[in-house]
């Protein structure tokens, strides 16, 4: 918690966290289009923030503030692409109302694509002012950023954590001094803060990803005929024990020490047809994620479009 900042402007006010000693991560909109803010800490310390890297497209700001050679709080990035339905997770803020940092807890109850962001869902509601904080999983990780509160006031949703990686790359390094914290905002103007233009790879990566989603539509609507045919063959074939925990049953077939492998006689032609089109989605999945690992997607954000579409057989990880 010593970790989480209130982040204002003159008409705004958020959340953020330590990434290092001298950079704080928050929202986009949190600045709305600031150049710089306020940073209060959690011991009532106030310090300058100058926003030196926006991306209004992620809703992703970093700024950065004097060197606090005495303050070692940072939190530590985790992997947003092992993320898990179910998952426990601890969402920290500074609500509004508050006067100091807030917790709620929960679990993660989808992984939603916004465009081109990953986001995951929680039933860890924020509060107002709790944007830009960190999303954690129960070892400390940082695995969101919390972006937006659910319309019905039911759900939060953080831009997953691989999805903020690549900017901080682009962080530019820190030239300030090393300086305690002050209680006076600095006087000197800071000029508009960097935007993140896409680089070619980028947007190599983001046409690959957007043919990726474009062509697990198309096999998720193949695997819910497959579904009906599945469910049709059972029920002839008198099939009634299926090992649970997949999106699709007929995933089983694919290890191939599955006894739903044998059959009676007279449906081996009906199961046959099955695993001819088992065969052709998994063909289709490999293929897809070949060309999309070739335009520099990430793995993480291959796994989170499967799970979105259903399709998160834990055999296309490898």
Known sequence: MPAVVMVETSTTRGSGFFAAPDLIVTNAHVLAGASSASITTRNGNRVEGKAVLVSEQRDLAFLQIPRQSALDVALPLGRSA???????????????????????????????RDGERRLLQTDAVPNHG??????????????????????????????????????????????????PATTQPAPTPTPTPAKAEPSESDARRTSGLQHYD???????????????????????????SVPGGQSHEWFTLYDARSPLHNTATHCAGALSEIEQRTRAVNAAMTDAAEIARQAGVYAGELRILRATHHLDYAGWDR
């Not at 993320?83 to 993660?108: D, E, I, K, P």
């Not at 830009?132 to 939060?156: E, F, K, M």
Request: glycine share 12%.
């Open 82 to 112: 092992d993320v898990r339905l179910g998952q426990s997770v601890v969402a920290l803020g500074w609500a509004q109302s508050m006067t100091q940092s807030t917790v709620t807890r929960g679990v993660v109850t989808g992984l939603r």
């Open 214 to 240: 474009e062509v697990l539509a198309s096999i998720e609507r193949s695997a819910a005929q497959l579904d009906s045919g599945w469910e049709r063959y059972k029920m002839s074939c008198k099939i009634t």
């Open 130 to 179: 709790d944007s830009g904080g960190p999303l954690l999983d129960l070892r400390g990780n940082v695995i969101g950023i919390t972006t937006a509160r659910g319309d019905d006031g039911t759900a939060g949703f953080a831009l997953a954590i691989d999805d903020a990686k690549p900017f901080f790359e682009r962080v530019p390094a820190n030239t300030g001094a090393t300086a």
